[in-house]
């Protein structure tokens, strides 16, 4: 029985050690498959960080080469811009001094790229779309402007530091209007307006003091709502002078009648005619002043010579639209030239002058509107000179040519598909009845994109507008008549056709 007692001990102690033998195999085993787990794991991390630290390295090659190429391809669009820019006479270049921007390290050395690193810091919201449109190498105007959302122009007045608020803007002739993004510039082009006390429209306006009762309230709209809205201002605005010696007619409002043009929606007067220096030099600067005080530019007509040349811009949807204005209207000289330190209108008698204002503001927008006082009163009929002075103009670098003096349509032409417009009318004078309108200019960035005609009927010191489509018919055939290669459609539409000139 004993010896049976020591077998099983021995037995029992014989299967606890070879549990206890299985057991530390295993834990060797598991040290075994967690240090050549551990080191495959690391190797494998290694690999991947390896893997995507060279593709990152690839990536931002490719970033910064696509940069850089972005950056040089800006640089030569505004390189071009500047070449065209001598060559219309405007070479300022701005200094900017600071032009620090993420770029690669080379792009960053290049101090003849300061435009480009500029533009990259000052849209950058847009620096995608920016490398999307040059990823090709190259980069044209238009293609700032899509990418952008503003014209090179535009672009290039904000580079020189004009754009930086509302007040730097206007010193340099530039007014700033948020219109409707994404929508074409409209501009409305009223005839002459003549607001003279003691006669005419004004006697009228007194009894019914209200003027949606002397101007329609469908034009009252269409010239609110214009993001310009333009016209003559054939009159001075004044308590002080005395009427021209031996001038027939001559035209004076008093400084209360400024509110009707604040009602009429209005953004920019011409003083480019023969009735604004009819009070003489007194009145003509309070008319000024009294413009000033308003916030209503003008052009066509200063205190002296400089200031009766500028040009007056209007950045709408990133878009320029430039104005001018000169006068050609007198037989006899009553109204006097602006001089160095006088006051008075750009004449265009000798177009010289003219056509340099011209030219330099052409270099300097998109679309440049100039206007001029000329032509043969009271006849329908424009004359040769009218033509010849009109191509002359648009030649010079005008888009499209605005006359008015005549007191009555005269039609419109294209010459070599640009239009001039040979006499607006009276678009509120006096109480004569006879056809007037508005003139309705939608600008893109790459032009005119739409013209078209708001048939009006100035009748009884008030101007109405023409609703009935009969009635509008006439309106069209008659201004068509006018109009040696002109069509106009239902919805007052102008197309050019082949055509005969109708000269005088």
Known sequence: MQNDRYDEEMRRRQIARQRRQILRRKQVRCRRLIVLGSTAFFVVLVAVLCVRGIK?????????????????????????????????????????????????????????????????????????????????????????????????????????????????????????????????????????????????????????????????????????????????????????????????????????????LEEMGTDLVSLANNHIYDYGRDAMLDTLELLDEAELPYVGGGRNSKEAELPIYFVVNGIKVGFVAATNAEIVYYTPAAEANSPGVLEAYDTTEYNKVIRKAAGQCDYLIAYIHWGEEDTNAYSQYQHDMGKEFLEAGADIVVGGHPHVLQGMEYIEGKPVIYSMGDFWFNDETKYTGLLKLDISAEGLDEMSFVPCLQTGYTTQYIEGKEEQAEFYKFFEELSPNVKINSKGIFKETAGEKWLR
């Open 56 to 260: 990152d390295h690839g990536v931002k090659k490719q970033q910064a080469a696509r940069l850089e190429q972005g950056i040089e391809a800006v640089q030569s669009c505004y390189e071009r811009f500047l070449n065209e820019q001598e060559s219309a006479g405007n070479t300022e270049i701005p200094a900017v001094t600071d032009t620090s921007v993420e770029a690669s390290a080379d792009a960053g050395k290049k101090l003849d790229n300061s435009f480009a690193l500029w533009f990259m810091k000052a849209y950058p919201e847009c620096k995608e779309a920016i490398l999307q449109e040059t990823q090709d190498g190259k980069f044209s105007t238009e293609d700032i402007y899509t990418a952008v959302g503003e014209t090179m122009y535009v672009v290039y007045d904000r580079y020189r530091g004009y754009l930086d608020n509302a007040k730097k803007a206007e010193e340099q002739g530039i007014y700033l209007k948020a219109g409707e993004a994404g929508k074409p510039v409209e501009v409305v082009i009223a005839g002459d307006l003549c607001l003279a006390e003691n006669g005419f429209v004004l006697d009228y306006y007194d009894t019914v003091n209200n003027l949606s009762e002397c101007i329609s309230p469908q034009l009252l709209k269409m010239s609110n709502a214009a993001d310009v809205f333009y016209l003559n201002h054939e009159y001075c605005i004044s308590d002080r002078g005395e009427p021209l010696e031996n001038k027939l007619y001559t035209f004076r409002a008093k400084p209360e009648r400024m509110k009707l």
